[in-house]
């Protein structure tokens, strides 16, 4: 793999999951760039902001999105992402606690790449990590990307 550092987009309200994240993204061995986003409307003006180049934010390789956020959740989030055609390519991850098949079903017909449950224990939000790491930047070539392996 050559230097392309990876940039990463999580949209999490909790501080505790989002450095359980961080933590479980660092011992995965990502270089990345990981951007944190508390509400739905910090991330689309984050990803706006990429976008149009302004403020330094880089346009993200993969979004790791939960569902439940205060003001825009997390199913409006991705209905706005997949809606605009500068970033629609963009994997959208749908990480949370839920299983609901409402949830799911949603994620998924508003264009989600992928719906993972949050594991409740540690170890287990880092193995889950872990394996979205080895899928999305080992895997899977990303839109935009040359192949880096």
């Known amino acids: 793999m ?3 550092t990876h940039s990463i987009l999580i949209v999490e309200d909790s501080p505790d ?3 359980a994240a961080q933590r479980g993204l ?3 061995g990502l270089a990345n760039a990981l951007v ?16 149009a180049g302004r403020n330094g934010a880089r346009e993200p390789d993969l979004i790791l999105l ?13 209905k706005a992402v997949k809606a605009k055609d500068a970033i629609k390519t963009i994997p959208v991850i749908v990480l949370t606690t839920s299983e609901d098949p409402i949830d799911i079903e949603a994620a998924y017909t508003h264009g ?4 993972v449950r949050k594991p409740v224990d540690l170890d287990g939000f880092m193995a889950a ?5 080895d899928y999305w930047f080992e895997v899977v070539l990303l839109p935009g990307k040359r192949n880096e392996h």
């Open 2 to 4: 050559n230097d392309h």
């Open 17 to 19: 999951d989002f450095y």
């Open 26 to 28: 660092k011992k995965a």
């Open 36 to 51: 944190r986003a508390e509400t739905g409307e910090q991330a689309l003006a984050y990803l706006d902001d990429a976008v």
């Open 66 to 78: 939960d569902l439940n956020l205060p003001g825009i959740d997390g199913v409006d989030v991705l």
């Open 112 to 115: 989600a790449s992928s719906y």
């Open 129 to 133: 990590l872990a394996r979205l790491k």
